[in-house]
């Protein structure tokens, strides 16, 4: 879904071009292209400023770690990642283009793992899926050996960075992310101790391609934004897991029970872990 924000005074000021995807494997990267070229004309036309949301994925499965912003990543340009991966490096590079020949302020964040309150609950990211499955009494499902990192930020500190980067003068790409790195299996036992889950973990095959560690250098973002994350995972996930509990229950009373995404099926049984 491509979700566009308009800043309206006397005139258009700023634009503010975001993108939600619910599973990258799936994405059609015509849209990103074609949504990203459409408003970067329409600043030129009107003399905004673009804050394009692009993502950590730029950076594919990554050989540097952590991650800054001079790495050119290590992307699978056919794989089944590529069209969300290359989707949002094309959109980065229309960006640029226009910046250097037609002088559109640009202004562009590369945003790791994220999560909050109002996220869509069976949206297939890793935070919805667990919280969800842990909820609702279900196993939670890691893919691969769950030795996979990743770092997670809380929305509210996510956004408090887009506005710095949008009022700030800076116009090449910063990484905003948790700094903290965490396996996907300490994140799994983590919320399965948080919501008091008894149930097994399950262990499911991997996916082609998946990234094997996600680790944001942020000291950019500390140096010209002033900017870094301040809300604990723990207090992060205590808000969120509070709000899918009320999703839950309001949406039991309208007789409809969300599912987190379904497991990818593959040759092989699954491995438990108590």
């Known amino acids: 879904m491509l979700?566009?924000?308009?800043?309206?005074?006397s005139k258009l000021d700023a634009l503010n071009l975001t993108q939600i995807i619910k599973e990258p494997t799936r994405y059609n990267p015509k849209s990103k292209c074609l949504g990203t070229l459409w408003l970067v004309g329409l600043a030129k036309r009107v003399g905004a400023r673009l804050l394009l949301a692009s993502t950590s994925e730029v950076y594919g499965d990554p050989e540097v770690h952590p991650q800054n912003e001079e790495y050119w990543g290590h992307v699978n340009p056919i794989g089944p990642r590529a069209c969300y991966d290359?989707?949002?490096?094309?959109?980065?590079?229309?960006?640029?283009?226009?910046?250097?020949?037609?002088?559109?302020?640009?202004?562009?964040?590369r945003i790791f793992n994220t999560f909050g309150s109002r996220m869509h609950m069976n949206d297939g990211r890793v935070v919805s899926n667990f919280?969800?499955?842990?909820?609702?009494?279900?196993?939670l499902t890691v893919y691969g050996s769950?030795?996979?990192?990743?770092?997670?930020?809380?929305?509210?500190?996510?956004?408090?960075?887009?506005?710095?980067?949008?009022?700030?003068?800076i116009s090449s790409p910063v990484n905003l992310?948790?700094?903290?790195?965490?396996?996907?299996?300490?994140?799994?036992e983590l919320i399965r101790s948080l919501v008091v889950s008894r149930r097994q973990i399950q262990f499911l095959?991997?996916?082609?391609?998946?990234?094997?560690?996600?680790?944001?250098?942020?000291?950019?973002?500390?140096?010209?934004?002033g900017w870094e994350p301040v809300v604990p995972l723990e207090e992060g996930l205590n808000k969120t897991i509070q709000y899918f509990s009320r999703e839950l229950e309001h949406q039991a009373n309208n007789q409809y029970i969300p599912k987190p995404k379904a497991a990818r099926q593959k040759k092989g049984q699954p491995r438990q872990h108590n």
């Open 177 to 188: 992310g948790n700094p903290e790195e965490h396996t996907i299996l300490e994140f799994a």
């Open 3 to 9: 979700n566009t924000l308009a800043v309206l005074q």
């Open 146 to 169: 769950g030795s996979q990192t990743g770092a997670f930020q809380y929305v509210s500190d996510l956004v408090n960075g887009l506005v710095s980067l949008m009022i700030s003068n």
């Open 205 to 225: 095959p991997e996916g082609q391609d998946d990234p094997q560690r996600r680790w944001p250098d942020i000291r950019k973002a500390k140096m010209m934004l």
């Open 131 to 139: 919280i969800l499955q842990a909820l609702q009494g279900e196993a």
């Open 86 to 109: 290359e989707g949002k490096r094309v959109a980065e590079t229309m960006c640029y283009a226009y910046l250097k020949q037609e002088g559109v302020e640009v202004r562009e964040q």
